[in-house]
C-alpha cells in the first residue's frame, strides 16, 4: 500500500493533479461548498465534463434552521455543479472528507474538498485497490448512477424479452410450441415474454436453446456491433 500524508499547502497541488488525470471517475464527498472553492476548481471540472469522466459530488444536506441566504447560496453552487454535468447528492448528516479516483486513488482527511479556505488540515493519499473497496462500501452511492443504471438494466431487460419474441416468431413457434419444448405452460410464455415475470437464468438459456440461441455476455462498448451483425444476418445463415 502507498500512503503519503499531506497538508493543505502540499494537498492542492497533488490533488489537483491526480483530478486532472482522472480518466473514468471522481467522486468528491464534501460536506461543504463553497463560492470560491468551487470557483478554483471550475477549470479542471469543466475539462472533465469535456473528456466525459464521471464526477459525483456528495454534500451534507443543509440544516431545516438554516438561514434564507445559506438556502439561496446552496442552490446557485448546486446549479452551477450540474451545469458542469456533475452528479449532486445530499446527503443527511453526511460529514465524511473522501475523495476516490478512477476507483484507485482514495484521498481522505479533515479537508473539506469543495470548501476549504485557509484552515488547517491534513489529507492522507492512498493507493490500494483493498482500501479503495473498502471506502467505496463504507461511502453512501450515487442515486443518479444508481438510477442511470437501473434504467440501463431496465431497456437491457426489454431489449432481451423483444429479442425472444422476434425469434420465437422467426423459427414459427407459436408460445404454445415454445412451452412444450420447454416444459412449460402456454401462460408462463406469455407471462415471460410481457416481462410480467422473473426468469430464472436456467429458464431464459432452457428458452433460447429452443430458440436455437445462446445468452452471451457482450462488453457494453461491442454490444452496437454485435446487434448490427445479428440484425444483417438474422438466421446465422452464411
Ligand atoms: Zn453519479
Redesign the pocket.
Known amino acids: 500500500m502507498e500512503m503519503t500524508t499531506y497538508n493543505t499547502k502540499t494537498f492542492w497541488p497533488s490533488f489537483e493533479l491526480d483530478m486532472s488525470a482522472a480518466k473514468t471517475s471522481v467522486a468528491i464527498y464534501s460536506p461543504f461548498v463553497s463560492v470560491r472553492r468551487l470557483e478554483r476548481l471550475t477549470p479542471i471540472l469543466r475539462s472533465l465534463a469535456e473528456r466525459q469522466t464521471?464526477v459525483?459530488v456528495f454534500l451534507q444536506s443543509l440544516q431545516s434552521r438554516s438561514g434564507k441566504e445559506v438556502i439561496e447560496e446552496r442552490r446557485n453552487l448546486v446549479e452551477k455543479l450540474r451545469s458542469l454535468k456533475v452528479?449532486v447528492n445530499s446527503i443527511p448528516r453526511m460529514h465524511e472528507k473522501v475523495a476516490i479516483l478512477d476507483d484507485t486513488i482514495l484521498w481522505e482527511g479533515s479537508l473539506n474538498i469543495l470548501s476549504q479556505n485557509d484552515s488547517s488540515e491534513r489529507m492522507r493519499r492512498i493507493v490500494d485497490l483493498e482500501e479503495v473497496i473498502k471506502a467505496k462500501q463504507e461511502m453512501v452511492v450515487?442515486s443518479?448512477?444508481r438510477k442511470l443504471i437501473d434504467r440501463r438494466l431496465a431497456s437491457n431487460v426489454e431489449s432481451l424479452l423483444r429479442q425472444l419474441v422476434a425469434m420465437r416468431r422467426k423459427t414459427k413457434l407459436t408460445q404454445r410450441d415454445l412451452a412444450q419444448l420447454c416444459e412449460l405452460s402456454q401462460a408462463r410464455i406469455s407471462q415471460i415474454e410481457r416481462g410480467a415475470t422473473n426468469v430464472t437464468l436456467e429458464t431464459y438459456c432452457n428458452l433460447a436453446e429452443q430458440l436455437t440461441c445462446r445468452l452471451l455476455l457482450v462488453p457494453t462498448n461491442t454490444a452496437p456491433f454485435v446487434v448490427r451483425v445479428i440484425e444483417e444476418n438474422p438466421s446465422g445463415e452464411g
Do not use: Q, R
Request: include cysteine; glycine fraction near 0%.
Open positions: 464521471l459525483c452528479h450515487c443518479i448512477c
